[in-house]
């Protein structure tokens, strides 16, 4: 009888052919191809990245690609000190929002939200421990599209709920020839 069992469940699970792939909602289009999953495409690439108030000191590498059939985007930055990481973004047509999962090498995870405002990205989220144990902050992240095709992303912390906001960091991204 034991050997038996197995058997019965492999003749009585569903083949591939008899299951059914989901059906996305009509009023969506598959894959990933309404305009608003294009929303951050300007940030994909393979950047040098710069201090925005030293143009000349450069602090890191990154690089932003295309992945999973253009359905998300992901970060792989690389600074020359400090700690390493990355991120996956995508557009969640359920809530309308655009949404970053970052990682890196100190431990560190934070979701971020957000959307386009007046054309530009900008993603919030609680960062734990973001000045040290126990002192968690509100970090918004704001993506500018520059002239020659360049990215500012703006870093600003919000001790307060976001009442008050203090710059936290400031990189220009330059593309890499």
């Not at 990154?62 to 990481?85: A, D, F, H, K, Q």
């Not at 995508?90 to 990682?103: E, G, K, L, N, P």
């Not at 144990?133 to 020659?148: I, N």
Request: net charge positive.
């Amino acid at each position: 009888m034991r050997a038996i069992l197995p058997l019965l469940l492999l003749f009585s699970a569903p083949t591939a052919a008899q299951m059914s792939p989901p059906v996305p909602p009509a009023n969506l289009p598959a894959n990933c191809t309404a305009p608003e999953h294009r929303q951050f495409d300007f940030w994909i690439g393979e950047w040098r990245v710069f201090r925005t108030a030293k143009p000349d000191e450069s602090v890191g590498k990154s690089t932003i690609e295309s992945v999973y059939n253009g359905c998300g985007i992901r970060e792989n930055w690389r600074p020359y000190s400090l700690n390493t990481g990355g991120s996956l973004n995508s557009y969640d047509r359920a809530t309308r929002t655009w949404r970053q999962a970052w990682i890196d090498s100190s431990g560190s995870r934070v979701d971020f939200e957000g959307g386009l405002v007046d054309g530009t990205m900008v993603l919030s989220g609680l960062w734990r421990g973001f000045g040290g144990p126990g002192k968690d902050a509100t970090v918004r992240m704001t993506y500018l599209r520059l002239e020659g095709g360049a990215v500012r992303q703006l870093g600003e912390v919000s001790r307060d709920g976001g009442q008050t906001w203090t710059p936290s960091f400031d990189f220009t991204y330059r593309r890499m020839p």
